[in-house]
């Protein structure tokens, strides 16, 4: 029974918060992956609620997967085809993983890295295999307990524990509540009417009513809490309940109803693509999955089409390759100078020229304040910056810098900076020769001076 009360009064804590709909602010926070929508899929998430759904037997559809092949392991619910239509379930599965696919790469992209540095994200960091499970979790949700292959069934969103661990893997820092994986908030439409947006389920999985594993901590937070004993459960239940009861002692915490990550531009709208002549309800994500488009058209004429997986011709997705200087889903943004970033780690390093340019303003300052961490830290970023293009705020670098071109303005830097060190430092070392030899000089003189005056006054 304790164990439930505790459980039931940290859930009641935080459902109440998210009632109020009234978030802080921290201060002294570092926003973090603080994009809109916050998760992967989420804005999907209404639209996959309303379609009607049929339970497929999972050795069926995985012979027709290949990107969420490796994230789904379950019986799962495909969309039944409209009346009068006929599709075969390859067909199904195929653009279920299209959809996949697309809030994969624009999801990264949202991020600001890199998606074609993730075209295997099971091999890739534990951010990106959260955004891949998140996606496939969301697209092919698991069949209802006991529907038979064929059977109509419910759609089951994600877990809470899927959505925690995407939290956890990436490090999502919003620097207030508005984080959470589970809510219902009110959004106002075009029309003038208002709709529920609901996330996540509040259960941690595997569980019958979600999709979804466990949570990457559950095991670990559960032998910590029946490692203590009642006493220390009873003095965890009273401290638990005061710091959710404490608002600050007499300090105003700044407030807003408006969560930090809803005030972020919706990238699938900064991203979408609309065709010309078409209306802002006829826009789409992806001018390389419209068919018969112009070339020119594609990728806002800075990139290319190139599929996404040339090895599977069953499903031939294929997305924008930028031009060196442009980034994004669709080539809209420009990416920051390498040559720029080397120019100025090379020459203003120690002040934190650099790490301004790039845009991380907290690190340029901690730079300048420690004259580029007395030196170690300048050189360090002159060799990461100068050798591969490496990540700005958001995006990575254009690479318009030859690796020649750092190889020889780094040497022959390190050889100037040398000579004029070791020209210093002789410089330095004649002068006190000289001085040490004029004193010298002074000293004997004043000796032979000294002299004949002793001698004449002995004798």
Same mark, same amino acid.
């Given at each position: 029974?304790?164990?439930?009360?505790?459980?039931?009064?940290?859930?009641?804590?935080?459902?109440?918060?998210?009632?109020?709909?009234?978030?802080?602010?921290?201060?002294?926070?570092?926003?973090?992956?603080?994009?809109?929508?916050?998760?992967?899929?989420?804005?999907?998430?209404?639209?996959?609620?309303?379609?009607?759904?049929?339970?497929?037997?999972?050795?069926?559809?995985?012979?027709?997967? $290949?990107?969420?092949?490796?994230?789904?392991?379950?019986?799962?619910?495909?969309?039944?085809?409209?009346?009068?239509?006929?599709?075969?379930?390859?067909?199904?599965?195929?653009?279920?993983?299209?959809?996949?696919?697309?809030?994969?790469?624009?999801?990264?992209?949202?991020?600001?890295?890199?998606?074609?540095?993730?075209?295997?994200?099971?091999?890739?960091?534990?951010?990106?295999?959260?955004?891949?499970? #998140?996606?496939?979790?969301?697209?092919?949700?698991?069949?209802?307990?006991?529907?038979?292959?064929?059977?109509?069934?419910?759609?089951?969103?994600?877990? #809470?524990?899927?959505?925690?661990?995407?939290?956890?893997?990436?490090?999502?820092?919003?620097?207030?509540?508005?984080?959470?994986?589970?809510?219902?908030?009110?959004?106002?439409?075009?029309?003038?009417?208002?709709?529920?947006?609901?996330?996540?389920?509040?259960?941690?999985?595997?569980?019958?009513?979600?999709? $979804?594993?466990?949570?990457?901590?559950?095991? $670990?937070?559960? +032998?910590?809490?029946?490692?203590?004993?009642?006493?220390?459960?009873?003095?965890?239940?009273?401290?638990?309940?005061?710091?959710?009861? #404490?608002?600050? %002692?007499?300090?105003?915490?700044?407030?807003?109803?408006?969560?930090?990550?809803?005030?972020?531009?919706?990238?699938?709208?900064?991203?979408?693509?609309?065709?010309?002549?078409?209306?802002?309800?006829?826009?789409?994500?992806?001018?390389?999955?419209?068919?018969?488009?112009?070339?020119?058209?594609?990728?806002?004429?800075?990139?290319? %089409?190139?599929?996404?997986?040339?090895?599977?011709?069953?499903?031939?997705?294929?997305?924008?390759? %930028?031009?060196?200087?442009?980034?994004?889903?669709?080539?809209?943004?420009?990416?920051?100078?390498?040559?720029?970033?080397?120019?100025?780690?090379?020459?203003?390093?120690?002040?934190?020229?650099?790490?301004?340019?790039?845009?991380?303003?907290?690190?340029?300052?901690?730079?300048?304040?420690?004259?580029?961490?007395?030196?170690?830290?300048?050189?360090?970023?002159?060799?990461? +910056?100068?050798?591969?293009?490496?990540?700005?705020?958001?995006?990575?670098?254009?690479?318009?810098?030859?690796?020649?071109?750092?190889?020889?303005?780094?040497?022959?830097?390190?050889?100037?900076?040398?000579?004029?060190?070791? $020209?210093?430092?002789?410089?330095?070392?004649?002068?006190?020769?000289?001085?040490?030899?004029?004193?010298?000089?002074?000293?004997?003189?004043?000796?032979?001076?000294?002299?004949?005056?002793?001698?004449?006054?002995?004798?």
């Amino acid at each position: 029974m304790k164990w439930l009360f505790l459980f039931g009064f940290i859930a009641a804590g935080e459902k109440s918060l998210l009632a109020r709909d009234i978030y802080t602010t921290n201060a002294v926070c570092k926003q973090q992956h603080c994009i809109n929508p916050i998760f992967p899929g989420l804005e999907s998430l209404v639209q996959l609620k309303t379609q009607t759904y049929a339970c497929e037997d999972w050795r069926v559809a995985s012979s027709a997967m $290949g990107f969420c092949k490796g994230a789904v392991s379950y019986d799962m619910a495909l969309p039944s085809p409209e009346a009068g239509e006929t599709r075969e379930v390859p067909q199904i599965v195929k653009e279920q993983e299209q959809l996949a696919m697309t809030q994969f790469a624009f999801h990264m992209s949202g991020m600001g890295l890199e998606f074609w540095d993730a075209t295997e994200p099971w091999n890739g960091d534990d951010c990106t295999q959260a955004v891949w499970r #998140m996606v496939c979790y969301t697209y092919f949700p698991k069949c209802e307990v006991g529907a038979d292959p064929g059977a109509e069934t419910a759609y089951l969103p994600p877990c #809470m524990s899927s959505c925690g661990n995407y939290v956890k893997a990436c490090n999502v820092q919003c620097c207030d509540e508005s984080v959470q994986c589970v809510f219902d908030h009110a959004v106002a439409l075009a029309d003038g009417t208002t709709s529920t947006q609901s996330a996540y389920v509040a259960h941690l999985g595997p569980s019958s009513l979600c999709t $979804g594993a466990a949570h990457t901590g559950a095991l $670990g937070a559960v +032998i910590a809490l029946l490692s203590f004993g009642s006493n220390r459960m009873s003095t965890m239940a009273v401290l638990l309940a005061a710091a959710l009861s #404490m608002q600050g %002692c007499d300090a105003r915490v700044p407030e807003h109803t408006v969560g930090n990550w809803r005030s972020k531009t919706d990238y699938l709208m900064q991203y979408q693509y609309l065709a010309p002549g078409a209306t802002q309800d006829q826009a789409t994500l992806n001018s390389c999955a419209q068919p018969l488009l112009a070339q020119t058209l594609q990728c806002s004429g800075r990139g290319v %089409c190139k599929p996404w997986d040339a090895d599977n011709l069953n499903n031939p997705v294929m997305f924008c390759d %930028c031009d060196r200087d442009w980034a994004d889903p669709e080539c809209r943004t420009p990416r920051k100078s390498q040559a720029i970033a080397y120019s100025l780690s090379l020459f203003l390093g120690m002040f934190g020229a650099d790490e301004y340019y790039l845009g991380f303003p907290i690190w340029g300052a901690l730079k300048l304040c420690s004259l580029g961490g007395f030196g170690v830290w300048w050189v360090v970023d002159i060799v990461r +910056i100068g050798s591969a293009p490496v990540y700005s705020n958001s995006y990575r670098l254009a690479a318009d810098l030859p690796h020649w071109g750092f190889v020889i303005t780094a040497v022959t830097f390190t050889f100037t900076l040398g000579f004029m060190l070791v $020209g210093m430092s002789t410089f330095k070392h004649i002068r006190s020769k000289r001085k040490h030899a004029l004193l010298l000089q002074a000293e004997e003189a004043l000796h032979k001076f000294d002299a004949p005056s002793k001698y004449g006054a002995t004798n």
